[in-house]
T-cell receptor, first 113, second 114 residues
Framework: NAGVTQTPKFQVLKTGQSMTLQCAQDMNHEYMSWYRQDPGMGLRLIHYSVGAGITDQGEVPNGYNVSRSTTEDFPLRLLSAAPSQTSVYFC????????????FGEGSWLTVV | AQSVTQLGSHVSVSEGALVLLRCNYSSSVPPYLFWYVQYPNQGLQLLLKYTSAATLVKGINGFEAEFKKSETSFHLTKPSAHMSDAAEYFCAVSEPEYGNKLVFGAGTILRVKS
């Protein structure tokens, strides 16, 4: 029972590099989302998806792209990393089977130098 | 629009003392409310949730929270703190009209002194 799986757990990038944070869930959840966590600011929603082929922007979408080609996967792409994107990133999912409870991955620690 | 305010970014209690973490929300309709706990270098774990059933909600690890509509509050309590309760706690709100997206408070770091 894997739940929500994020990779990589740790990553260091140089400014301007691109990378993709992977997120997969095995609970057949319709709703998936990405948050970033910064000290003193809680978790802020970056992008979310209510089903395959459907994505929308959250509170802080700039600098990030997402796609949802399958129900299971929801990758987050940084096209040109900036130091301001140094953060901890959490993927989350929710479905009819979980009611209103959102389940989180273990987090991805990203440092942009 | 939804918002969540957690009073006190840091709370310190002695082992065995009452834990009280404060959360106030703004919402135009009865919301769903959640408390999550995050231990160092880990993800978020659901402690408890309110979804319009009983106003006093019991969660894991001896925590409970009471929904008070008149005060727009959802404070988290535990009668007796344990050292293992030291963590960061997040209150969150979601509303169906916003697609049940979670809006988080800034978090409260709980320190338990021996």
């Amino acid at each position: 029972n894997a739940g929500v799986t994020q990779t990589p757990k740790f990553q260091v990038l140089k400014t301007g590099q691109s990378m993709t944070l992977q997120c997969a869930q095995d609970m057949n959840h319709e709703y998936m989302s990405w948050y970033r966590q910064d000290p003193g600011m809680g978790l802020r929603l970056i992008h979310y998806s209510v089903g395959a082929g459907i994505t929308d922007q959250g509170e802080v979408p700039n600098g990030y792209n997402v796609s949802r080609s399958t129900t299971e996967d929801f990758p987050l792409r940084l096209l040109s990393a900036a130091p301001s994107q140094t953060s901890v990133y959490f993927c989350a999912s929710r479905g009819q089977s979980s009611g209103n409870t959102i389940y989180f991955g273990e987090g991805s620690w990203l440092t942009v130098v | 629009a939804q918002s969540v305010t957690q009073l006190g970014s840091h709370v310190s209690v002695s082992e065995g003392a009452l834990v009280l973490l404060r959360c106030n929300y703004s919402s135009s309709v009865p919301p769903y409310l959640f408390w999550y706990v995050q231990y160092p270098n880990q993800g978020l774990q659901l402690l408890l949730k309110y979804t319009s059933a009983a106003t006093l909600v019991k969660g894991i690890n001896g925590f409970e929270a009471e929904f008070k509509k008149s005060e727009t509050s959802f404070h988290l309590t535990k009668p007796s703190a344990h050292m293992s309760d030291a963590a960061e706690y997040f209150c969150a709100v979601s509303e169906p009209e916003y697609g049940n997206k979670l809006v988080f408070g800034a978090g409260t770091i709980l320190r338990v002194k021996s």
